[in-house]
């Protein structure tokens, strides 16, 4: 006997060959007129599987990373068995001010189950200096007709969103410009974080960080 595979996940089912009347000359099995012989058949379980392609943590291969320069991340997810009734699975992020989704859900059907489908983070920027921020994506759990799938696998993805700002005093407007050419006091300013077009002519630069 042979297995065959059907890549749905209907469990390990007991099933019977029945045999024809035996026919022997045998004294010893001459009694024996039909043979039942029973087997089971095991098949791939359902599941989710999720696999991080993009943006692969260096130092935590379990993890990806974004940054708030618009670096992008990718993982795939693909069913492991074929299911009855489609299967729709949802994603979010924990915290959309460091990291989005490209797409809220993806949709396997009972032909594309088996074939991975990409799903993009992006980075989200920010002015403030906030360190690297620590964010999640939930996967699932999924949603189906399909009571193998329903309700079930739920993962998680970390990620890590790198920050891209650094301490220094910027003007962004003539607004504080104005302000700025009121004070008497000496600015201990770096000149390089100050636009040239947006220096005032009574503005003091001063590099004497830790002398004033
Ligand atoms: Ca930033
Ligand atoms: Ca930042
Ligand atoms: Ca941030």
Aim: proline share 4%; charged share 20%.
């Amino acid at each position: 006997m042979k297995g065959l595979n059907d890549d749905v996940a209907d469990g390990s089912p007991l099933f019977y060959v029945t045999t024809s009347v035996a026919i022997t000359m045998d004294p010893a099995t001459r009694s024996i007129r039909r043979t039942c012989v029973s087997a089971t058949r095991t098949t791939t379980a359902a599941g989710v599987n999720v696999v991080l392609v993009k943006g692969i943590d260096g130092n935590a291969p379990n993890k990806l990373v974004t940054d708030e320069n618009g670096a992008t991340a990718t993982f795939t997810v693909a069913l492991t068995s074929q299911p009855r009734d489609d299967v729709t699975i949802t994603l979010s992020s924990s915290d959309t001010t460091e990291g989005t989704l490209w797409t809220s859900s993806l949709t396997f059907t009972s032909v594309n189950f088996a074939a991975p489908q990409t799903v993009t983070i992006a980075g989200v920027d920010d002015k403030t200096v906030d360190g690297n921020q620590p964010y999640t994506i939930t996967v699932g759990p999924a949603k189906s007709k399909d009571l193998n799938f329903d309700g079930k696998f739920s993962s998680l993805v970390q990620v890590t969103n790198r920050d891209d700002d650094t301490a220094g005093v910027i003007v962004h407007s003539d607004h504080w410009a104005y302000h700025l050419r009121g004070w008497k006091h000496r600015l201990f300013l770096d000149p390089l974080a100050v636009p040239a077009d947006r220096r005032c002519d009574d503005w003091r630069y001063e590099q004497q960080f830790g002398r004033g």
